[in-house]
């Protein structure tokens, strides 16, 4: 793995490790870590090419990534909760290592092979390169948040104004750390693999957010054996930053 990758650990237990959006950082989880460090042995990190953690290196993978980082902190397996980009590194793990995942909450989630369809999506990507390539990064951020926040149902000033300049501040501390994309790496083709998916799997959505991320959402529903699906209304793509409590209630519940 070479540099290791930025990471922070609390309390003492079961082990539960967050993975964060892409783009985004490990601070999307502080609501859940401070909520759940006492009665867990809590792990948030830095995907490569974000936050404090090393850029992208030939070859790499998230999921190989997370391995090689519970070899690190020795931890034999854990609950894994993810978002967005978190839940398709999440769902690679389990597929690769299943005996080392003690459940699965995938919240907004991608899966490796998917294919975007969502024309609000398709077409904040292509806003956003455009504003890229002309060095208006503020305007590339903008969409960013747009498609990532925001979502296709509201206007921005319709979401929590905190909501979104917490979401804008860690898209701009990314850049200032030299991270300039959201890399993938190499990943699994998860999108034909969801019946191997054998852990207990929460999937949680967000009603506002994309069709892309519902299709997702109902794939792995109808395809993981042990999976169930609780989706929020009146909010995105970032469930848990969006409705803290009620995420550390769904929370709360799967882990006991």
């Not at 936050?51 to 931890?75: K, M, N």
């Not at 498609?147 to 905190?162: E, I, K």
């Not at 701009?172 to 190499?186: E, I, T, V, Y």
């Not at 054998?198 to 994309?210: N, Y």
Request: hydrophobic share 40%; proline share 6%; charged share 25%.
């Amino acid at each position: 793995m070479g540099e290791p990758l930025h990471h922070e650990e609390r309390g003492h237990g079961r082990p539960l490790v967050f993975l964060h959006p892409g783009g985004f950082g490990r601070q999307v989880w502080d609501e859940q870590v401070d909520r759940f460090a006492a009665s867990h042995r809590v792990v948030r990190y830095d995907a490569r090419g974000h936050g404090d953690s090393p850029g992208p290196v030939p070859g790499f993978s998230h999921y190989d990534d997370l391995r090689q980082l519970l070899d690190a902190l020795r931890i034999e397996s854990a609950v894994l909760v993810g978002s967005s980009l978190g839940s398709r590194t999440a769902a690679d793990f389990a597929i690769v290592h299943p005996d080392r995942v003690d459940g699965l909450v995938l919240t907004s989630p991608g899966l490796s092979g998917m294919v975007e369809r969502d024309p609000f999506t398709l077409g904040q990507r292509r806003q956003a390169g455009e504003a890229i390539a002309a060095g208006d990064h503020p305007r590339a951020f903008e969409c960013i948040l747009r498609m990532l926040v925001d979502g296709p149902h509201r206007t921005p000033d319709q979401v929590d104004p905190a909501v979104r300049a917490r979401f804008g501040r860690l898209l701009a501390d990314n850049a200032r750390k030299g991270h300039g994309s959201f890399p993938l790496g190499a990943e699994l083709t998860a999108i034909t693999r969801a019946a191997e998916l054998r852990a207990r799997t929460l999937v949680v959505t967000g009603a506002l957010d994309t069709g892309d991320i519902h299709a997702i959402a109902d794939l792995i529903v109808r395809e993981a054996p042990h999976a169930s699906r609780v989706t929020l209304d009146g909010v995105g793509h970032q469930v848990n930053a969006e409705q803290p409590a009620r995420f550390g209630e769904l929370l709360d519940e799967f882990l006991a």
